[in-house]
């Protein structure tokens, strides 16, 4: 019997919409901490949705290349996960790891062969790899922005790495997206909203139902 698909719902920045996706059967939150991003929740609110969101489902705050008093300073608020989602080496995964005492989410984008033959040195160090698009040459913040990246480059991938899948999924898609490559998990941001930052209800409730009926 295979585990449950991880559903990750992730730039939740109310209490709303938070309410909205543990209702839905979300198994985690996002919550952005990076403050390009349209969906970048402030150090105080922060710590409430973390609290909000305790013993009800796992919460995970992205980071971007994050020092180490930011590091200690999101460790502080006690989420289950830090996603690290910027250029962090394998060697500064670690040390996040070790310094943080929480549980750590690597990103790594993917646009080609030699993305994917780099994922095995994070999945021994980081507790869980989520493979993302590679984002656009100009663009201004990391991530796929949207778009989903060529999921039959991941037929090279070690297949006793487990990962998350993220990178312009949909509630369109990401079943198609399970069937092909059987992630441990998926993870929308911008797939579910109505514009940028503006999580949509519906559209939330059908990513859910979509994916545990592929899953």
Do not use: Y
């Not at 996002?30 to 922060?46: C, E, Q, T, Y």
């Amino acid at each position: 019997m295979a585990d449950p698909l991880i559903i990750k719902i992730c730039g939740i920045k109310t209490f709303d919409m938070l309410d909205v996706a543990i209702a839905a059967g979300a198994d985690m939150i996002g919550f952005m901490h990076f403050a390009r991003s349209p969906r970048h929740v402030p150090i105080d609110m922060l710590g409430e949705l973390i609290s909000a969101a305790r013993g009800q489902v796992e919460s995970c705050v992205v980071l971007v290349n994050p020092d180490n008093s930011s590091v200690a300073e999101i460790a502080a608020l006690g989420p289950d996960w830090i996603q690290l989602h910027g250029p962090e080496s394998p060697h500064r995964v670690e040390a996040i790891r070790a310094e943080a005492g929480v549980e750590i989410m690597k990103a790594l984008p993917i646009g080609s062969a030699e993305d994917v033959a780099q994922v095995a040195g994070f999945a021994g160090i980081a507790d869980r790899v989520l493979l993302d698009a590679k984002p656009p040459k100009n663009a201004d913040r990391p991530g796929g922005l949207g778009e989903s990246f060529d999921w039959s480059l991941l037929k090279a991938l070690d297949p006793s790495i487990p990962f998350m899948l993220s990178g312009g999924l949909t509630p369109d898609n990401v079943a198609q997206a399970i069937k092909t490559v059987a992630p441990l998990g998926v993870d929308v941001s911008s797939g579910v909203e109505r514009a940028p930052g503006i999580k949509d209800k519906r559209l939330i409730e059908a990513f859910i139902r979509n994916a545990r009926a592929a899953g």
